[in-house]
Structures are given as C-alpha cells and as structure tokens.
Antibody, heavy 117, light 109 residues
C-alpha cells in the first residue's frame, strides 16, 4: 500500500523556521508530481506548493511565496518544505499529496505546525 | 486567480440523493476533482476528471461538469458519507495551478 508520512511539524515562535519532510514508500516517487496542502484549524484546504516529478517546475501560493521553499530528493523518495519567517496564520496541519495523472491520488496523514509566541 | 464557490452545507436524509455544487467561471472547460474528508482524517479523492471514480470508491459517487457548475452526486446516502467535500481544479492560466473550493459540509439527517 502506498504510504506518505510527514514529519517535522511542531511549535515555533513567529519569525522562526521549520522544515517539513514527507517520506514516500511503495510507489514510483519520481513519477509523481508532489504538493503541500495545509488546513488551518476549522478551515478548508489550502494548496501551498507544487513541484514536478523532476523538480524543474515549482509553484507557490501567494500566501507563502518568498518564505517557503519546496524541494524533493527522488533518490531518497522524499519531499521537503522549508518554512521561514513563520506567522501565526501559518498554523495548520500540513499534508503532502501526490499526483500521478489526475487529482491528488495519495495523501499523508499530516503534520501539525503551530506558530505562537 | 481562479475562484471555486461551494455551498457551506448540504443536508440530506439517509437513502436520498445529495448534490454538492462547485461554481467557477467556465468550469466546464476544466477538469474537476472531488475529495471527501472525514473528521480528523486526510482527504480522499472520490472523483477525478469530472466523473471518474478511483479504485475503491463506491458507484454511489458520481460527478458532472458543464458551463459554470460542476456537481458531485451521492446516491443512496449513508451515515458514513457525512463529511466535508472539496472540489479542485488545475488552473493553467496563473501561477497558482491548484485551486480548492471552500468546502461543503454534508450532514446526514
């Protein structure tokens, strides 16, 4: 069974940094476009960032552009999100999600990021 | 950027049919995907490319897309269908390729 497992979430003060990881197993990771999606407490889904299978195409939501950096290591079947200059409104559960052909076929269980003083 | 509009809530009795809409400018020209999210769980893809069901999704789930509205239809609704549902499209015109609707809470009465 395909697995995506996020890690790296936690509590951080405003202005701080955090690096999220997403470990993939049991599927051809390099063939998948990958995304980070977040969900603030009690709110809907918000797409955060996208990276193509080879890492060449990258996009960000306006809300995180210039502060977050997405990357992947296909040799390690891993996806990353480097988050800096964190703000209270970045508090959310962060999911990694993969696309093979249409939609987000696979999702991790999410990791909680809390930004607070 | 592209905007998708969903009703905040839909209620339906067990055994009846639920229809959840997703509005967007000329959304009929895009491929729409639908996700189910039960409380405390990650989203699950239930419909892709307007009307295709991924493996394991019951036939009770169907989708359509035309004009300015896409619709997720759940037939013979069960208590277990109670969840939040989100529509999604890929918008190739801007720098924000993936767009989610605001979500619809389906309540089974």
């Amino acid at each position: 069974e395909v697995q995506l497992v996020e890690s790296g979430g936690g509590f951080v003060q405003p202005g701080g940094s955090l690096r999220l990881s997403c470990a993939a197993s049991k599927f051809s990771f390099s063939n998948y476009e990958m995304n980070w999606v977040r969900q603030a407490p009690g709110k809907g889904l918000e797409w955060v960032s996208y990276i193509g299978g080879g890492g060449g195409a990258i996009f960000y939501a306006d809300s995180v552009k210039g502060r977050f950096t997405i990357s992947r290591d296909n040799a390690k079947n891993s996806l990353y999100l480097q988050m800096s200059s964190l703000r209270a409104d970045d508090t959310a559960v962060y999911y990694c999600a993969g696309t093979y052909s249409a939609g987000f076929d696979y999702w991790g269980q999410g990791t909680l990021v809390t930004v607070s003083s | 950027s592209y905007v998708l509009t969903q009703p905040p809530s839909v209620s339906v009795a067990p055994g009846q049919t639920a229809r959840i809409t997703c509005g967007g400018n000329n959304i009929g020209s895009k491929s729409v995907h639908w996700y189910q999210q039960r409380p405390g769980q990650a989203p699950v893809l239930v419909i892709c490319d307007d009307s295709d069901r991924p493996s394991g999704i019951p036939e009770r789930f169907s989708g359509s897309n035309s004009g300015n509205t896409a619709t997720l239809t759940i037939s013979r609704v069960e208590a277990g269908d109670e969840a939040d549902y989100y529509c999604q499209v890929w918008d190739s015109t801007g720098d924000h390729p993936w767009v989610f609707g605001g979500g619809t809470k389906l309540t089974v009465l």
